[in-house]
T-cell receptor, first 116, second 112 residues
Framework: AQSVTQLDSHVSVSEGTPVLLRCNYSSSYSPSLFWYVQHPNKGLQLLLKYTSAATLVKGINGFEAEFKKSETSFHLTKPSAHMSDAAEYFCVVSDRGRNAGNMLTFGGGTRLMVKP | NAGVTQTPKFQVLKTGQSMTLQCAQDMNHNSMYWYRQDPGMGLRLIYYSASEGTTDKGEVPNGYNVSRLNKREFSLRLESAAPSQTSVYFC???????????FGSGTRLTVV
């Protein structure tokens, strides 16, 4: 079985300071990992994905994440927050060993607030 | 623009009423999914269709039915709505395993 834990339900940063959103996962197989962003009253947009290539993954809008198998973590970072980054972020895992479709398991979400 | 289209965007139902949420994708994706989103719980899978002609239950299927009408369309039906089904519903599609999903913009459903 696979599961995802986002360690912080809310994170608040000042504009221009670094962002760190933490995610731990468990998976029976070699996982694929994703980060999605959801702006208020919008759908979900894919930020980045890890699928067994380079462990440091770069995504859109300056975000990146590092896959650390030994720590079962996939934390999302950005060097400098912008007001437009305020949104909810979801860490997502997919077991690549599963046979039934391409089912993703979502974490509970982290709401990022950016102060001016 | 290419993507996943959901209708309606908003709906209010009375307890016991039925309705169907519609979803269509124009990306020629094989797999389609229905999720519900509730505060603090992320998204939970209701049903999915790995390919045209197949459907399977996800994590929270009770009270719902689905139809994969063709490769483009995947509908979700509530036969007898309950207040516990008040939620935001998202449809998604994917091309193949591990490619992530493309999501629709959601349907906000309130059951009173």
């Amino acid at each position: 079985a696979q599961s995802v834990t986002q360690l912080d339900s809310h994170v608040s940063v000042s504009e221009g300071t670094p962002v760190l959103l933490r995610c731990n996962y468990s998976s029976s197989y070699s996982p694929s990992l994703f980060w999605y962003v959801q702006h208020p009253n919008k759908g979900l947009q894919l930020l980045l994905k890890y699928t067994s290539a380079a462990t440091l993954v770069k995504g859109i809008n300056g975000f990146e994440a590092e896959f650390k198998k030994s720590e079962t973590s996939f934390h999302l970072t950005k060097p400098s927050a912008h007001m437009s980054d305020a949104a909810e972020y979801f860490c997502v895992v997919s077991d690549r060993g599963r046979n039934a479709g391409n089912m993703l398991t979502f974490g509970g979400g982290t709401r990022l607030m950016v102060k001016p | 623009n290419a993507g996943v289209t959901q209708t309606p965007k908003f709906q209010v139902l009375k307890t016991g009423q039925s309705m169907t949420l519609q979803c269509a994708q124009d990306m020629n994706h094989n797999s389609m999914y229905w999720y519900r989103q509730d505060p603090g719980m992320g998204l939970r899978l209701i049903y999915y269709s790995a390919s045209e002609g197949t459907t399977d239950k996800g994590e929270v299927p009770n009270g719902y039915n689905v139809s994969r009408l063709n490769k483009r369309e995947f509908s979700l039906r509530l036969e007898s709505a309950a207040p516990s089904q008040t939620s935001v519903y998202f449809c998604a599609s994917s091309e193949r395993r591990n490619y992530g999903y493309t999501f629709g913009s959601g349907t906000r459903l309130t059951v009173v």
